[in-house]
């Protein structure tokens, strides 16, 4: 059975909180789980000491036995240096959609036409 130490939600309307738990990863997210390692509660600032409670020895003895962090738990255990997270990133996402490219490459040619339609007039103006 595969293992996820990952969060599950708790809290009411609008005022989120989450445990953080171990369960098999077929499991729903608020589901049945196995054992409850911390919590995070996001509403907190984030210079808050009472932010993320995680019991490190359980998530270490979880970890070792198998059990796969999801990403956001696995930045809680790097902070607590449990488990190395490697930094991502994604040069693409700051790039604007295909639809938005295709427009503004119309622009630019309607521009570049534009300006060479303009540039023979001036020429014969002179």
């Known amino acids: 059975m595969a293992l996820k ?6 809290g009411s309307k609008k005022r989120p909180y989450y445990h953080i738990v171990v369960a098999a990863a077929t ?9 409850v390692v911390g919590s995070f509660n996001p509403l907190l600032a984030k210079t808050d000491e009472n ?4 019991d490190a020895a359980k998530a ?4 070792k ?11 809680f255990l790097d902070k607590a240096g449990l488990k190395k997270r490697d930094a ?20 630019a040619a309607a521009a570049a036409a534009a300006a060479a339609a303009a540039a023979p007039a001036e020429g014969a103006a002179s």
Do not use: C, F, H
């Open 51 to 54: 932010r993320v409670k995680l």
């Open 88 to 107: 991502r990133n994604n040069p693409n996402k700051a790039l604007p959609g295909k639809k938005r490219q295709e427009r503004e490459k119309a622009a």
């Open 5 to 10: 130490i990952r969060l599950a939600r708790a």
């Open 65 to 75: 036995k198998g059990a796969q962090p999801t990403d956001r738990v696995l930045r």
């Open 27 to 35: 499991s729903p997210r608020d589901g049945k789980y196995i054992d």
């Open 60 to 63: 270490a003895d979880w970890l």
